[in-house]
Nanobody, 124 residues
Framework: VQLQASGGGSVQAGASLRLSCKAS???????VAWFRQAPGKEREFVAA????????LYADSVKGRFTISRDNAENTAYIQMNSLKPEDTAVYYC???????????????????WGQGTLVTVSS
């Protein structure tokens, strides 16, 4: 399955953006996640949503500001990002696991499918 991320852009602090992640076909992946990578930093977990429930998981740095959702019928996941801060500047990637291991949901290596990334730049 191929993942296509889109929706990035350049905004000012306090603005909102919604990123989309479209899968090339219906997938049985049990979760979808967003990661981000800022210049010079390692890729980090942002949020995850699970196929079998409405449960979601967020990094502390985005909790209360970002909302992940998925539309299984459209094979698309979203992340709504509000109250953006300059420290949110990064390339954002969507990802799906081949086999989900709950204890590793925040780990980059737990995901076998990745989108190409979309750049979000937040200026102060």
């Amino acid at each position: 399955v191929q993942l296509q991320a889109s929706g990035g852009g350049s905004v000012q602090a306090g603005a909102s953006l919604r990123l989309s992640c479209k899968a090339s076909r219906r997938t049985s992946s049990t979760a979808v996640a967003w990661f981000r990578q800022a210049p010079g930093k390692e890729r980090e977990f942002v949020a995850a949503a699970f196929r079998w429930s409405s449960s979601t998981l967020y990094a502390d740095s985005v909790k209360g500001r970002f909302t992940i959702s998925r539309d299984n019928a459209e094979n698309t996941a979203y992340i709504q990002m509000n109250s953006l801060k300059p420290e949110d500047t990064a390339v954002y990637y969507c990802a799906a696991p081949t086999t989900l291991i709950l204890s590793r949901v925040r780990e980059v290596d737990a995901y076998g499918y990745w989108g190409q990334g979309t750049l979000v730049t937040v200026s102060s």
